[in-house]
């Protein structure tokens, strides 16, 4: 049997090796998860950053307010049963008008409010607004109602344009807005709750 001084040695070590072996396990599991990897994709609402949010919202508002309008605007048309025009002292009021208010009080809020829950339903707000003007844009163009007119079709091309630009950009920008500690932008999270006021 093999008995020299360094097999011995090698016997000696072994205890200590393994009780360093077991206190790095046990350090590795007391060690808090690391951050996820920068470029994740959100999954939850509250993942995706207050900019972004606002800017989903504001394409979402865009389209579905469009979309309603082009609708609500047909059954008007067809003279359709407890559906009519928005008018004053016999004066129709275009919805563009409405979305030139809207968005006036957007920009107002803008200057003056900044934290992060306003900032996401301002974006909201803000698409709403945009889809009752671009929906008219032949109108403002010529200074005409010409809304079922040949002409007419301008309002809708712009607003395809608009809602295939804006969601191709949101598609093809997404990213992880959080820093390497998992911060970043996400605590826009904190700041819906009143904390993220200049």
Same mark, same amino acid.
Do not use: C
């Given at each position: 049997?093999?008995?020299?001084?360094?097999?011995?040695?090698?016997?000696?070590?072994?205890?200590?090796?393994?009780?360093?072996?077991?206190?790095?396990?046990?350090h590795?599991?007391?060690?808090?998860?690391?951050?996820?990897?920068?470029?994740?994709?959100?999954?939850?609402?509250?993942?995706?950053?207050?900019?972004?949010?606002?800017?989903?919202?504001?394409?979402w508002?865009?389209? /579905?307010?469009?979309?309603?309008?082009?609708? =609500?605007?047909? $059954?008007?048309?067809?003279?359709?049963?407890?559906? &009519?025009? +928005? #008018?004053?002292?016999?004066?129709?009021?275009?919805?563009?008008?409405?979305?030139?208010?809207?968005?006036?009080?957007?920009?107002?809020?803008?200057?003056?409010?900044?934290?992060?829950?306003?900032?996401?339903?301002?974006?909201?707000?803000?698409?709403?607004?945009?889809a /009752?003007?671009?929906?008219?844009?032949?109108? =403002?163009?010529? $200074?005409?109602?010409?809304?079922?007119?040949?002409? &007419?079709? +301008? #309002?809708?091309?712009?607003?395809?344009?608009v809602?295939?630009?804006?969601?191709?950009?949101?598609?093809?920008?997404?990213?992880?807005?959080?820093?390497?500690?998992?911060?970043?932008?996400?605590?826009?999270?904190?700041?819906?709750?009143?904390?993220?006021?200049?």
């Open positions: 049997m093999d008995a020299s001084p360094e097999h011995g040695q090698q016997h000696e070590r072994e205890p200590g090796q393994e009780h360093a072996q077991r206190h790095g396990q046990q590795a599991r007391d060690r808090p998860p690391a951050p996820e990897r920068s470029g994740h994709r959100p999954r939850r609402w509250r993942e995706v950053s207050p900019t972004r949010r606002g800017l989903v919202l504001a394409w508002g865009f389209t /579905l307010t469009f979309g309603f309008l082009r609708l =609500l605007t047909w $059954l008007i048309h067809i003279d359709a049963a407890g559906v &009519g025009n +928005v #008018s004053a002292g016999g004066v129709h009021i275009h919805h563009y008008v409405w979305g030139i208010l809207i968005l006036m009080v957007v920009g107002a809020l803008g200057l003056v409010e900044r934290s992060a829950r306003w900032r996401t339903w301002m974006g909201l707000a803000y698409g709403i607004g945009t /009752l003007v671009i929906d008219e844009t032949a109108n =403002l163009i010529d $200074l005409n109602d010409v809304y079922w007119e040949d002409a &007419g079709w +301008v #309002s809708i091309a712009v607003a395809l344009i809602i295939g630009i804006a969601g191709s950009a949101l598609a093809l920008t997404h990213r992880d807005e959080t820093g390497p500690d998992g911060a970043g932008d996400r605590v826009g999270d904190g700041a819906a709750d009143g904390e993220g006021k200049d």
